[in-house]
């Protein structure tokens, strides 16, 4: 990456000790925590990698900020190894204080080199604080950091729902951040030698609608959800 997408990035070191209580009052209308969305989207990564008979035994976890996800990706996944890197040091210090896991290792992006090992890579909310201008360079890194055939669950904030906007300009640092379209998306990981294999769309009922949360498999494919993924392929 760019020296510029990683001074934008590492811009969080000072959110870091505030982090979650921002995220909690900026997604607090959905009546969920943190971890309700973090369990979701591993939950459904992990559907996906079954229905296709994929079992990735090492992953990155890039921009894991102060780890949200480790847990989940380690047990859903059950993965051997996880490495987890963002330019973010003050937020890597508080993930290792968190987390203490001998099957992850957390690693500053400014240290980070890729050797294109990983099955698997995983990044949440990412490239939305990633300069247009530096996303490519972002992705050839974690193109890099897969073997040949290795997966990628990109998964983002769907600007095509309005509750979407209303809850990242409640929050501090989402305020300022460049959203990506679904088609936007896929095109920037095609063009960076990426295969996609399948779109979904995932969050459409908040907690007070939670009886219709059964429904969002069926769901997946209407363009509506808070998040997306974008599950593709190291061509």
Known sequence: MSQSSIQTTAEFDAFAAEYDAMLARGISVSGEDKNYFARGRVAWLARCLAGSQKHPLTALDFGCGTGSATPF????????????????????IMARRIYDDLRVRFVS???????????????????????????????ELVRRSLRPGGLFAFWENNPWNPGTQYV???????????????????????????????????????????WFRPLEPCLVSLPLGAQYQILCQRA
Do not use: W
């Open 109 to 139: 992006l400014a240290e980070y080199r890729p050797e294109g090992v990983f099955d698997l890579a995983f990044c949440n909310g990412v490239f939305h604080h990633i300069p247009p201008g530096d996303r490519g360079n972002a992705l």
């Open 168 to 210: 990242m300009r409640r929050i501090p640092f989402d305020r300022d951040a460049v959203t990506l379209s679904p088609p936007t998306a896929r095109h920037l990981l095609t063009r960076s030698g990426f295969k996609v294999l399948r779109t979904d769309f995932l969050f459409f009922f908040p907690r007070f609608l939670s």
């Open 73 to 92: 990706l380690l047990n859903e996944l059950q993965l051997e190894s996880l490495v987890a890197v963002d330019a973010s040091v003050q937020s890597l």
